[in-house]
């Protein structure tokens, strides 16, 4: 049997334990429901069906419940689909457990925490510096353990965490390239940029989005977490509109979601920062999943691009 579903292809057939990442009902054409699922592995995700889904199925089989499936790897729309022969819940007796499903980031808690305190201790602006140690401070665990999206970037457990440290790796060497920029405002900006997620996402291991993040989105949130930070550590000035502009602009426009674009040198060079590894991070993924002379699937946040893994070596 292979190890993961990510080593699986199209046509293979698939007997083993996943965990269900998302779970969704919808109606087919013929009137009759069907539940979506996004499942995973250690290695991976994979869409799947199950058609014609009763009342019981649909809640037997939820977000983050461990479940056994058998089928056939095929295609739609040129991504791999699970094509369900039969599912079930798993038992105890099975001896699997959901942590054993989960995706983890490849670098440990202990070390991302190192890298995060190391940048905010080289803050020299003691205001930046307290409010962003006390935001660290109070979301500390989960923003250990959060993923940094649901899907497409960083999503596994500690890839908020792991995102933020490969940012601040990024800006370490910008900022040796261009002195001009405000190191303390930029590490700030790209440890608080994405923390409203934390308050966006429902959990680590299976996320999904809580009503405060679709009704509100981690920008806001974020913006209103600095404010009260602000205000509990009586901290006041202009260090404050900018930290906040920070996170306000970091998706770059209006329409990528950022109510204003970046207006602070610190803050076009974070949105870029943010961009580059979010893309890296993707890219990786997907050409680890093919071999040489072979085009990745179609990556949704890239412009619907396949990317092209070459021959020729290093």
Known sequence: MKKGIANYQIGDTFDHFLLIKTASKSVASNGKPFLSFLLSDQTGEIDAK?????????????????????????????????????????????GVFPSDFIEKAPVEK?????????AIFEMKNPKIQRITRHLVKQHQEALL?????VRNHHEYVSGL??????????????????????????????????????????????????TEGKLIGHIPLMME???????????????????????????G???????????IREAEVLHHIDMLDAR?????????????GEFTEKIFPMEQRAFYKPTFED
Request: aromatic share 4%.
């Open 50 to 94: 199950l058609w014609e889904a009763s009342n019981e199925d649909e809640k037997a089989f939820q977000q983050g419940e461990l479940v056994k499936v058998s089928g056939e790897v095929g295609q739609f729309r040129n991504k791999p689909q699970l094509k369900i022969h039969s599912i079930r819940p798993s038992q105890p007796t099975d």
């Open 110 to 118: 202990e070390e991302l925490m190192e890298k995060i305190t190391e």
């Open 145 to 149: 353990s959060y993923p940094a999206a």
């Open 161 to 210: 965490a792991h995102h933020i440290v490969s940012m601040l790796r990024l800006a370490k060497q910008i900022i040796e390239l261009y002195p001009e920029l405000n190191k303390d405002l930029l590490y700030a900006g790209v440890i608080l940029h994405d923390l409203g997620k934390l308050r966006e996402l429902s959990n680590a291991a299976s996320p999904s989005y809580t």
């Open 225 to 251: 977490e600095i404010r009260m930070a602000a205000e509990q550590l009586q901290i006041e000035g202009e260090e404050v509109t900018a930290l906040q502009h920070m996170v306000l602009s970091h998706h």
């Open 253 to 263: 426009k209006l329409e990528w979601g950022s109510p204003r674009p970046p207006l």
């Open 280 to 292: 890296m991070n993707m890219l990786n993924r997907a050409l680890d999943k093919v071999g040489p």
